[in-house]
């Protein structure tokens, strides 16, 4: 009946120290787009007048989708009334210029806060619902808050007419011109890819992704899952309205049609494209996008069907997106990496 | 305010088309446990082929019938291109979300490069009127609640007596109970998933001689049909038809009390309140939680 | 030996079915108690309802003779930890990474401490990694950047084990966490053990091989049909008659 145990070891400290932690993984990629970035701004962006506004398109899509990564392909939470942050952070410069007295820089943090604010209550008003249902309500509050901005609330807003005459930034002496705003926007974009890829591999980017899995395994470890739910969906709101506060500076008007709904799903789109393995995937989508914008007249052209179809090709047939496919060519031996970069 | 009867026939003609759309939902949610987001691409894609072939000079009711086959051809493509592939690799909700919404937005943007982007109106299958009780009303309404009754119960007679129906019912969710049961589960999901897609292009096909349509309306019908399966739930196959009409004759009295451009709030908050107040739908729905 | 957890009169219905009856537990200071029973007896339910998992349908749970209460994650806070019987693991995340969400209940107790955390992550990487390699070259578990969704069932109990584990907890449950972990792992398990109760914890052991629970365990309790059949030594337990008509006789 009994049997002998032999402690093998009983102290931990017995252990001989092997090598400890993980390797850091997320420099690389950062020194790799910080050059690329670099490269593009005085490569490209500064050659002609509307490389600007590509390269300013490019800035408002990644922070869109960078945005979306976390509660989406992080936690799993389909958020889909990003085109309202995108607004929130668009409107807070427009309305803050034109209407009121604040100092122009603080419209970022408001705008910042607005969308936090308005992704918080969605969130606890949701708090329950996952996958469809949750993809239909937010994608409704979408709807709900172009009508807004676009109808009801014209007296603010504009309405369809939206709001011109945004002066130019200006900080600490310095004028925030449209070459100034591309170089802030790509800075962003780099320092959020940049801290979002180190926070998918800390403490709470753990605890989105095991909440993700399973909730119970996430609260019995001792994660406040309604906060950090919450946490990532304001989180990501706030990046996204930084989106529009670049493009409403750079503009120096908005227009009301800019924030429907249907932004959503091309930003849905570029994670995918890019690869959801890590952030930079999210700024990779975005690349491609306005390459493709570029190579195709793109509202009239085919430009968003191949685009679509090409997402819908990569859902179907590998789950990783672009960066999974190099991977898998890089290293085809090393099958975990696949399993890391499914969803 | 008094509401014109006239009005009421309007909403009922309303209500039929979403109720065929919530019903085309309900099909691919029994049988393939998604909610097939594209339906509202179908019948968009359905109502701008009839519109274009009717304007080209074909007799309508070849139209009618090629939209209708355009939609069961599109729904059974989903089932076998996108459905069926993504279980097969272990299925993730998330991907099936994502997939889906990817699917919509192709369709609609195929729908625009084929049929253009501009909103079109299609001939009426009958042209003609009635006066009914001191209004005018086109015969074209009148078929549209007649065909669209009779299709909803049609699918409810053959989901409940049917034999595929009975299978579909059997199969639910649960693919290895009725592989065990020895149904053909692919078959009867495929043909379940073909009437889904026809009767979204029923819906399309019977409302692009009312309002034009454009290679975008995919998205605001595919949301209006969930809706009416929200409020009506899934607890029998009648339960979308209830769901549309009511939905519909919801937004009749809100629209009247607030204006029309309240109808996007009004949207939302139906939602919500089904959801918060009672999650199974009003004619009981499974509202997946955590 | 003072009661460190104590469950009080727990009854648990599922609409008509009873799971469990009337069940009185305790778990002493730095004792390890072994909880037998057939399938179906309701072990995991217990479990269930100490972590806060699952409503009992009466009953209370206390710890250190305060009741506790809430949600799982509060309780885990409070220093109750456990693994499920079914492994509950992220398949994307490595094990070391699984792992160190225990670490939460630590680091992440109150919304000050979560922004906290959000707001070092950016900057520094401050998670105690090499305190999580320690707990799990302990307990048999290596190779720790191996993504869960490749590793064995053995492992991934071992990593459920190891999550468990790293939130430093005054009581912790594991259910049945001894299938498809090899010899190395259960003896690394059982040393683990040994080392809480040397720290004064408590341990609450579910398995159905009774020769592994029968080595470490201080005290057994046996339930059958919703209630206690028979708790005591290890020895007396073996021994009596009522243990091998009521488990053994039944398994
Ligand atoms: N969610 C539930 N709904 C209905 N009955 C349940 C539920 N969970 C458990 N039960 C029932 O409660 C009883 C106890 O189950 P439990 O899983 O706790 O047993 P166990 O002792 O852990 O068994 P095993 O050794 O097989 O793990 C069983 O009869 C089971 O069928
Ligand atoms: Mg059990």
Redesign the interface.
């Known amino acids: 009946m009994t049997i002998t145990v032999t402690p093998a070891r009983t102290d931990r400290m017995e252990v001989p120290p092997r090598s400890r932690g993980r390797r850091d993984t997320t420099l690389l990629p950062a020194v790799f787009f910080l050059v690329a970035f670099v490269a593009l701004y005085f490569g490209w962006a500064l050659a002609e007048s509307y490389h600007l506004d590509i390269a300013m398109t490019f800035t408002m899509f990644s922070l869109l989708a960078l945005g979306m990564y976390t509660p989406l392909f992080l936690g799993g939470q389909i958020d889909l009334a990003y085109n309202a942050y995108l607004a929130a952070g668009a409107y807070a410069v427009a309305i803050i210029a034109n209407r009121t007295d604040i100092p122009l820089v603080l419209a970022i943090p408001i705008g910042a806060a607005v969308a936090a604010t308005m992704a918080l209550v969605l969130g606890l008003v949701t708090s329950h619902l996952t996958g469809f249902h949750l993809a239909l309500v937010t994608l409704l509050a979408g709807t709900a808050a172009y009508r807004w901005i676009s109808s009801t609330g014209a007296g603010l807003t504009g309405g369809a007419s939206g709001i011109g005459g945004i002066p130019r930034l200006d900080l600490l002496g310095i004028e925030f011109g449209r070459e100034q705003l591309v170089a802030a926007g790509l800075i962003a974009v780099w320092l959020v890819a940049f801290a979002l890829s180190r926070f998918r591999r800390s403490l709470p980017g753990l605890a989105v992704r095991l909440n993700r899995a399973s909730t119970p395994a996430a609260e019995v470890s001792g994660i406040p899952t309604t906060s950090i739910r919450l946490v990532s969906l304001a989180m990501g709101a706030a990046i996204g309205s930084l989106g529009g506060v670049f493009v409403a500076l750079m503009n120096q008007f908005i227009l009301a049609d800019s924030y429907a709904p249907e932004i959503v799903f091309l930003a849905l789109f570029l994670p995918l494209l890019g690869g959801i393995s890590t952030p930079w995937g999210a700024v990779i989508g975005a690349g491609l996008l306005c390459f493709l914008n570029e190579a195709s007249a793109f509202i009239e052209g085919p430009g968003p069907l191949v685009f679509g179809g090409a997402s819908l090709a990569i859902l179907i047939l590998l789950p990783g997106g672009l960066i999974g496919v190099v991977a898998l060519g890089w290293s085809a031996a090393r099958s975990r990496m696949r399993k890391e970069d499914k969803l | 305010m008094a509401i014109e009867w006239i009005d009421a026939v309007t909403a009922l003609r309303v209500g039929i088309v979403y109720a065929l759309l919530a019903l085309a939902y309900f099909l691919f949610a029994r049988t393939t446990d998604t909610i097939n987001f594209a339906v509202g691409g179908y019948a968009m894609a359905a109502a701008m082929l009839y519109a274009t072939l009717t304007g080209g000079g074909t007799s309508p009711l070849v139209a009618f019938v090629v939209a209708v086959g355009l939609g069961a051809v599109l729904g059974g493509m989903t089932e076998t291109f996108v459905i069926r592939p993504i279980a097969s690799k272990g299925r993730d909700e998330f991907v099936v979300v994502l997939a889906i919404t990817a699917l919509l937005f192709v369709i609609q943007q195929l729908a625009g490069f084929v049929f253009g982007r501009r909103a079109i109106i299609g001939e009426p299958l009958t042209a003609g009127r009635v006066e009914l009780a001191g209004y005018e009303v086109s015969f074209q309404n009148l078929l549209t609640i007649a065909v669209g009754f009779v299709a909803a119960v049609v699918v409810g007679l053959w989901i409940g007596r049917g034999r595929s129906g009975r299978m579909m019912r059997a199969i639910g969710d649960n693919e290895q109970a009725g592989l065990t049961l020895g149904i053909p589960v692919r078959r009867v999901r495929l043909i379940a998933a073909s009437v889904g897609g026809l009767l979204a292009g029923l819906a399309g096909a019977l409302t692009a001689p009312q309002a034009g349509n454009s290679f975008h309306s995919g998205v605001s019908l595919s949301i209006v049909g969930f809706i009416a399966l929200v409020i009506g739930g899934m607890g029998s196959a009648y339960a979308p038809l209830i769901g549309g009409v009511l939905l519909s004759f919801l937004e009749l009295g809100t629209s009247l009390i607030f204006g029309s451009t309240s109808r996007d709030y009004f949207l939302l908050a139906a939602v919500l309140l089904v959801f918060i107040a009672r999650p199974e739908g009003l004619f009981s729905l499974k509202v997946r939680t955590t | 030996m003072s009661a460190l957890l104590r469950c009080a009169d727990i009854g648990k219905n599922y609409g008509g079915v009873t799971a469990l009856k009337r069940i009185d537990l305790t778990v002493g200071v730095g004792e390890i108690v072994g909880l037998v029973g057939a399938n179906g007896a309701g072990k995991s339910t217990l479990i269930d309802i100490i ?3 699952t409503e009992p349908s009466r009953g209370a749970v206390m710890l250190r003779d305060r009741e506790v209460k809430g ?3 509060r309780r ?2 409070a220093g109750i ?2 693994t ?1 019987q079914h492994p ?7 094990l ?3 792992v ?10 109150s ?1 000050l401490h ?2 906290r ?2 707001a ?4 520094i ?3 105690p ?2 305190e999580v ?3 799990c ?2 307990i048999g578990l290596t190779d720790l ?3 869960a ?2 590793v064995s069932f053995g492992d991934l109990r071992l990593a459920e084990v190891g ?2 584990l790293v ?1 430093q907890p005054d009581v912790v449950m594991l259910d049945e966490p001894f299938p498809g972990v090899d010899d ?1 792992g259960v ?2 398990v ?3 053990l ?2 809480l109760r040397g720290q004064g914890k408590g341990v609450l052991l579910v398995d159905h091989n ?3 629970v ?3 365990a201080d005290r057994l309790v046996l339930i059958a049909d919703g209630e206690v059949a028979i708790e005591g030594p290890v020895d007396e337990c ?1 021994a009596s008659s009522v243990f091998r008509e009521r488990y053994i006789g039944v398994a």
């Open positions: 972590s806060g998992n949600r799982p994650a885990a806070r930890s456990r499920f509950q693991i992220s398949e994307v995340l490595t070391r990474e699984n160190a969400c225990g670490l939460a209940s630590t680091r992440m107790r919304p979560v922004l955390e959000l070092l992550s950016a900057l990487d401050t998670t990694w090499a390699d320690r707990l070259e302990s950047d191996r993504v969704g490749t999550r468990a939130q190395e003896m690394g059982l040393a683990a040994r080392t009774v020769d592994i029968a080595s470490i073996l």
